[in-house]
């Protein structure tokens, strides 16, 4: 005999709403948070959704002393991805989880709407880390990002290709990290083939 256990039939529902497993995706950006480590470093986090499940990771991108670090360039690809030239920080609501109420909570905070709600495509590793009961635990990271549509990465964007060659190769590259491999919470730097040439000087040879 069993008798409903109403927490567990709830968790039921929300095993499939997240993202597992290391590959590629298309969808979009649900939110992206103005973040700042109890270092100064500042960054987003952002929350993705492809075919209705989520992840949401970190990019830190510069040191409090204004040093560019690897989640910087994974952050211009993105951008470049999107077809965005600049983006502005703006107060909105945040969504986020409250352990104590095991519950999304909405608070105030500053966001970049600019990266939300268009169609971007992103490539996930997975990477072990230790919890705070030192249990090993596992959480998606960004490798990469590309155009939805066409598949070019952020380099073929910007110079000005056709037909996507890299992304079949930044796929290949994708791999898991195990926990002496885990960097405790940075960002591994997106594939060589994301970041290219070009992100140092945005001007008007940017194709967008």
């Given at each position: 005999?069993?008798?409903?256990d109403?927490n567990e039939?709830?968790?039921?529902?929300?095993?499939?709403?997240?993202?597992?497993?290391?590959?590629?995706?298309a969808g979009?950006?649900?939110?992206?948070?103005?973040?700042t480590?109890?270092?100064?470093?500042?960054?987003i986090?952002?929350t993705?959704?492809?075919?209705g499940?989520k992840?949401?990771?970190?990019?830190?991108?510069k040191?409090?002393?204004?040093?560019?670090?690897?989640?910087?360039?994974?952050l211009?690809?993105i951008?470049?991805c999107?077809?965005?030239?600049?983006?502005?920080?703006?107060q909105?609501?945040?969504t986020?989880?409250?352990?104590?109420?095991?519950?999304?909570?909405t608070?105030?905070?500053?966001?970049?709407?600019?990266?939300?709600?268009?169609?971007?495509?992103?490539?996930?590793?997975?990477?072990?880390?230790l919890n705070?009961?030192?249990?090993?635990?596992?959480?998606?990271v960004f490798?990469?990002?590309?155009q939805?549509?066409?598949?070019?990465?952020?380099?073929?964007?910007?110079?000005?290709k056709t037909?996507?060659?890299?992304?079949?190769?930044?796929?290949?590259?994708?791999?898991?990290?195990?926990?002496?491999?885990?960097?405790g919470?940075?960002?591994p730097?997106p594939?060589k083939?994301?970041?290219?040439?070009?992100?140092?000087d945005m001007?008007d040879d940017?194709?967008?």
């Amino acid at each position: 005999m069993y008798a409903l256990d109403t927490n567990e039939a709830r968790k039921a529902d929300s095993t499939g709403s997240s993202i597992r497993e290391m590959g590629k995706y298309a969808g979009k950006f649900l939110q992206a948070e103005d973040i700042t480590a109890s270092t100064g470093t500042k960054g987003i986090a952002l929350t993705f959704e492809a075919n209705g499940q989520k992840t949401r990771f970190s990019l830190y991108t510069k040191r409090a002393n204004g040093e560019t670090i690897m989640g910087f360039q994974a952050l211009m690809a993105i951008m470049a991805c999107l077809g965005l030239r600049n983006i502005t920080p703006q107060q909105g609501t945040i969504t986020f989880w409250d352990n104590d109420a095991k519950a999304e909570k909405t608070k105030q905070g500053t966001i970049f709407p600019e990266l939300c709600n268009k169609p971007i495509g992103i490539l996930l590793e997975t990477e072990d880390y230790l919890n705070r009961d030192n249990e090993v635990r596992t959480r998606m990271v960004f490798a990469g990002a590309f155009q939805a549509v066409t598949e070019l990465t952020a380099s073929e964007i910007l110079d000005r290709k056709t037909k996507p060659a890299q992304l079949e190769k930044m796929v290949a590259y994708l791999r898991h990290h195990p926990v002496k491999a885990a960097k405790g919470g940075s960002t591994p730097a997106p594939a060589k083939a994301s970041g290219g040439s070009g992100f140092d000087d945005m001007d008007d040879d940017i194709p967008f």
